[in-house]
């Protein structure tokens, strides 16, 4: 830990050659040194495979085999994808998404069992699998949480966004997929369905999973309206209208009213939660809530889930709790704990010592970023700064050598410290602190160029 800047004396920095980077404010040229010399320091090294997949983080052979994240997530690679897209790497972001197009295709039959009524989508291991082998895209044969409606949703959302932007091309073969999406979603009532969420964790109703489906049928139905309106989506004779995904669109808004902001509110226990972090990706990237509702889920995880090191992703989350490493072996860190979740939970001795992720900082930073444009208010964009600093706080110290200077998946504690976990670089963090970066590289950039002076607002495209 190094002493922290004298404009926030509480910020706790790991490595120490940032530490003398920070600002309260900075100019255009700084963030663009900044991130030159962040790249130069090997931060944001992607290593994809051939066909343009991200696996979860970059690590040894040896820690690949034991956690698993040499596999590809869908959810994963699509913010890493996205991340690439809107810092107009576009090549990057549609190699990638064809190659995930494609795992569908080759395994479109999970969607058709389950939609015929010949697979019981209660069985997890019939549904789509969000986690795969992406040098060969084949399914992994080990059992896992994929009831994952969430990871389904991200890849309908951007798949819609690219084909609405023009940077992938619509055909057949897209409008047959895109009907199999939606008669999923249909058949297994997604806005009742209790599926395991970003988490991989115990099934519930989870307003998390239900608004990334929600984004995806939006952007879609944009697609149907005004991109390809004379294109129909179909699957075996029956044809999807806009009316169709309407009604789906309906069930979700209902559904989302009812449950924000919090994440699940069923009465077992062991499901209700008031509070979870993913709700923050309804905000950004996919901007589907009313600004009552996005300040109401911000201030809830400010207030019940921010740490000192990170963001924790729930209260009483035992992912990596304590002396993680100390209670359990490699090859059981990052097993499918979703029918046992009360084992690993006696892992957690106490209420606040859950590990601190480092995916959600940057999140932060970018919603009041994109406030900031659209209020031009001072406020904004000191928060936005702030939680930028956060993200770039929590790269990794000089002390761990070819993993200095890299962005981890969490903090915990271990021996009573807390440190990285194994699991760095998190591509996925990496992904969105480069959109942190950018947002408030445009943001400077306009408030330079405009000062702000017509309205009091921030003009970006």
């Given at each position: 830990?190094?002493?922290s800047?004298s404009?926030?004396?509480t910020?706790?920095i790991?490595n120490?050659q940032?530490a003398?980077k920070l ?15 962040l790249t130069?320091?090997g931060?944001f090294?992607?290593s ?30 699509v913010?890493?994808a996205?991340?690439?897209f ?7 972001a549609?190699k990638?998404m064809?190659?995930?197009?494609a795992y569908f295709?080759k ?5 058709e069992?389950?939609?015929s ?14 986690r795969f082998?992406?040098q060969?895209?084949?399914?992994i ?7 994952q409606?969430?990871?389904?949703g ?9 084909l609405?932007q ?12 895109l009907?199999?999406f939606v008669l999923f ?9 209790e599926d395991s ?7 519930k ?5 239900i608004?990334v489906?929600?984004?995806s049928?939006?952007?879609?139905q944009k ?29 979700g808004?209902?559904?989302?009213i ?8 069923q009465t077992?226990?062991h499901k209700?939660?008031?509070?979870d972090a993913?709700?923050l990706?309804l ?15 911000v201030?809830n995880v ?8 990170g963001?924790?992703r ?6 990596w709790?304590?002396?993680y ?6 090859e059981h ?12 939970d006696?892992?957690?001795a106490?209420?606040?010592a859950?590990?601190?992720w ?6 932060i930073?970018v919603?009041?970023?994109k406030?900031?444009?659209?209020s ?11 939680y ?5 706080a ?7 050598g ?5 962005c981890?998946e969490l903090y915990y504690?271990?021996?009573?410290a807390f440190?990285?976990?194994d ?6 963090t990496?992904?969105n602190?480069?959109m942190?970066?950018?947002?408030l590289e445009?943001n400077?950039q306009?408030g ?14």
């Amino acid at each position: 830990m190094r002493q922290s800047p004298s404009f926030h004396p509480t910020l706790i920095i790991n490595n120490g050659q940032i530490a003398q980077k920070l600002q309260s404010h900075y100019t255009v040229d700084e963030l663009q040194a900044l991130r030159k010399w962040l790249t130069s320091k090997g931060t944001f090294n992607f290593s994809a495979l051939s066909n343009g997949l991200f696996p979860a983080a970059a690590q040894s052979p040896s820690q690949e085999a034991a956690s698993g994240y040499d596999s590809i997530w869908i959810r994963d690679n699509v913010y890493i994808a996205f991340s690439h897209f809107c810092r107009g790497q576009v090549e990057v972001a549609t190699k990638n998404m064809r190659s995930l197009l494609a795992y569908f295709l080759k395994y479109q039959n999970r969607f058709e069992d389950i939609i015929s009524g010949h697979a019981d989508p209660q069985q997890p291991m019939n549904r789509p699998q969000i986690r795969f082998d992406g040098q060969n895209l084949t399914e992994i044969d080990q059992i896992w949480a994929h009831a994952q409606n969430d990871a389904l949703g991200y890849f309908l959302w951007f798949y819609c966004r690219l084909l609405n932007q023009g940077a992938l091309k619509f055909s057949d073969e897209t409008a047959h997929l895109l009907a199999i999406f939606v008669l999923f979603f249909e058949k297994i009532a997604y806005w009742d369905d209790e599926d395991s969420g970003h988490w991989e964790e115990v099934r519930k109703q989870s307003a998390s999973s239900i608004g990334v489906v929600l984004a995806s049928l939006y952007e879609l139905q944009k697609l149907m309206r005004h991109s390809h309106p004379d294109s129909s989506i179909a699957h075996n004779n029956r044809s999807i209208t806009i009316a169709d995904v309407q009604r789906l669109i309906d069930r979700g808004e209902n559904a989302l009213i009812k449950i924000l902001p919090s994440e699940c509110i069923q009465t077992d226990r062991h499901k209700q939660r008031a509070h979870d972090a993913a709700l923050l990706f309804l905000i950004y990237p996919l901007d589907i809530l009313q600004p009552q509702q996005a300040n109401a889920i911000v201030e809830n995880v400010k207030q019940h889930l921010q740490g000192d090191y990170g963001i924790r992703r729930y209260p009483g989350d035992s992912y990596w709790a304590p002396d993680y490493k100390k209670m359990l072996a490699p090859e059981h860190r990052t097993q499918d704990f979703s029918n046992n979740i009360a084992d690993r939970d006696l892992l957690l001795a106490a209420p606040g010592a859950e590990a601190q992720w480092c995916i959600f900082d940057p999140i932060i930073s970018v919603i009041h970023g994109k406030r900031y444009q659209h209020s031009g208010k001072k406020e904004e964009l000191e928060q936005q700064t702030f939680y930028l600093n956060r993200s770039l706080a929590q790269i990794t110290a000089e002390q761990y050598g070819p993993n200095a200077f890299r962005c981890p998946e969490l903090y915990y504690r271990e021996d009573g410290a807390f440190v990285p976990n194994d699991h760095l670089p998190l591509y996925w963090t990496q992904a969105n602190l480069l959109m942190a970066l950018h947002t408030l590289e445009v943001n400077v950039q306009v408030g330079t160029l405009s000062k702000f002076h017509q309205n009091g607002k921030a003009k970006v495209k």
